[in-house]
């Protein structure tokens, strides 16, 4: 009799499913630039600025207000807020470029789906899609449709 493999318990968690073609990496491109700008307009931003404010402090501060934006967010835009919650890498990316927007002087422009979207070690939901997926992203965050032939 051969053995049946159990399921792991170590299984990356599935991207959340969503009634519109939001796939988790449109939601993080979608909602980086308003938290960035939240973030801005918050009395948060002057603690970032601040020259004497230690990169760890400022990172844990960061973390706080955007659980607590995730958290209004919930009922609004529950991919986002499930994505937010539930995916590995999610928040802790949208953590690090924020910080690297309002923390540091300059900033390299890019975000945690372009900068590890490639490596074989990043989660599921941010590898670099089949071009057809790639274009249908490039789509919708222009507020195009895409009908598949």
Do not use: C
Not at 86 to 99: A, K, V, Y
């Amino acid at each position: 009799m051969t053995a049946v493999a159990e399921p792991s318990s170590e299984l990356e968690p599935e991207a959340p499913q969503t009634a519109t073609a939001e796939t988790p990496r449109i939601l993080y491109k979608k909602h980086l630039p308003e938290l960035l700008e939240e973030i801005r307009q918050g009395e948060i931003y002057g603690f970032l600025r601040d020259r004497d404010t230690d990169v760890l402090d400022a990172e844990t501060a960061l973390g706080k207000e955007l659980d607590s934006l995730a958290d209004a967010m919930k009922e609004d835009n529950p991919a986002f807020y499930d994505a937010y919650s539930h995916l590995p890498q999610f928040r802790e990316w949208l953590i690090e470029d924020i910080l690297d927007r309002t923390y540091q002087d300059v900033s390299d422009g890019g975000n945690g789906i372009t900068q590890y979207e490639t490596d074989a070690d990043s989660p599921a939901w941010v590898k670099l899609p089949p071009l057809s997926e790639q274009i249908r992203e490039e789509l919708y965050q222009r507020g195009l449709p895409f009908r598949r032939s």
